[in-house]
Nanobody, 116 residues
C-alpha cells in the first residue's frame, strides 16, 4: 500500500487547510485510516481516525476544529482543518491499518505551518 499526502502549507492563525491522502490498493474501503502529526521536539500524536465503517475519533486538541472523511471511490482520505492555531504546526502523516493480519503503512508526510 502506498500513501501520498498533499495539501500542506503555510496558513495564518484562524485559517483553514485540507489535507488529502491518496492510497493504492483495491480494498481501500477496508482500511482503517489515521492522520498522525509530529511537531519538532515532540512525540507523535494521533490526530484523527476513520474506520472502514466510517466511525471517527479525534484527539481532544483538535475536536470541533478538524474533520476526517474518506471517499472510497477515490481511494482518498481527507483532513479538513479549521480555526488553525500555531500549535497545530507539524508534519502530518497519513497512516493506514490494513488486515487482518494487520500491517501499518505510512505516507511521506506533509508540512503544515500556522504562523502570522
Amino acid at each position: 500500500v502506498q500513501l501520498v499526502e498533499s495539501g500542506g502549507g503555510l496558513v495564518q492563525p484562524g485559517g483553514s487547510l485540507r489535507l488529502s491522502c491518496a492510497a493504492s490498493g483495491s480494498t481501500f474501503s477496508s482500511y482503517h485510516m489515521n492522520w498522525v502529526r509530529q511537531a519538532p521536539g515532540k512525540e507523535r500524536e494521533l490526530v484523527a481516525t476513520i474506520t472502514s465503517g466510517g466511525s471517527t475519533v479525534y484527539a481532544h486538541s483538535v475536536k470541533g476544529r478538524f474533520t476526517i472523511s474518506r471517499d472510497n471511490a477515490k481511494n482518498t482520505v481527507y483532513l479538513q482543518m479549521n480555526s488553525l492555531k500555531p500549535e497545530d504546526t507539524a508534519v502530518y502523516y497519513c497512516n493506514a491499518e490494513v488486515g487482518p493480519p494487520w500491517y501499518e503503512y505510512w505516507g511521506q508526510g506533509t508540512q503544515v505551518t500556522v504562523s502570522s
